[in-house]
C-alpha cells in the first residue's frame, strides 16, 4: 500500500510557476504510475497529468500540454508537477494519485491511492 502526500501550493499570479510535490511512502512506490488531477470549485475531477514507472513516458491534458511537466524520482519516493505560465483557470485542488500498475492512464478510477490535496490559487 502507498500513502501520498502532496505539498507546494499556493497563491500565485498569472504567468507564474509553482513546483507541486508528491511524497509517497511504501518500498513498490517505484512499480507505480502516477498521475496529478485537479478539481476546481463546482466542476468535476479532471486529469492533469500521468507518467509511467519508469519516468520515461508522460501524458498532459491539453489544456497543460507545454506549461507543466511531470517528472519522478524513484529513489526519493517523489513525484514532481512544475507547473508554469499559470493561468487563472489553473486554480483547483491537486490532486497525486498513484496506481500498482506500470502503465499511466488518465482515468482518475484507475487510481487506487490518492492525497489528500493541495490547493493551487493563480490570481489574474
Known amino acids: 500500500q502507498v500513502q501520498l502526500v502532496e505539498s507546494g501550493g499556493g497563491l500565485v499570479q498569472a504567468g507564474g510557476s509553482l513546483r507541486l510535490s508528491c511524497a509517497a511512502s511504501?518500498?513498490?512506490?517505484?512499480?507505480?504510475?502516477m498521475g496529478w488531477f485537479r478539481q476546481a470549485p463546482g466542476k468535476e475531477r479532471e486529469f492533469v497529468a500521468a507518467?509511467?514507472?519508469?519516468?520515461?513516458?508522460?501524458s498532459y491534458a491539453d489544456s497543460v500540454k507545454g506549461r507543466f511537466a511531470l517528472s519522478r524520482d524513484n529513489a526519493k519516493n517523489m513525484v514532481y508537477l512544475q507547473m508554469n505560465s499559470l493561468k487563472a483557470e489553473d486554480t483547483a485542488v491537486y490532486y497525486c494519485a498513484g496506481r500498482p500498475y506500470t502503465s499511466m492512464v488518465i482515468t482518475s478510477s484507475a487510481y487506487d491511492y490518492w492525497g489528500q490535496g493541495t490547493q493551487v490559487t493563480v490570481s489574474s
Open positions: 511504501g518500498r513498490t512506490f517505484s512499480t507505480y504510475a
Open positions: 507518467i509511467n514507472w519508469r519516468g520515461d513516458s508522460t
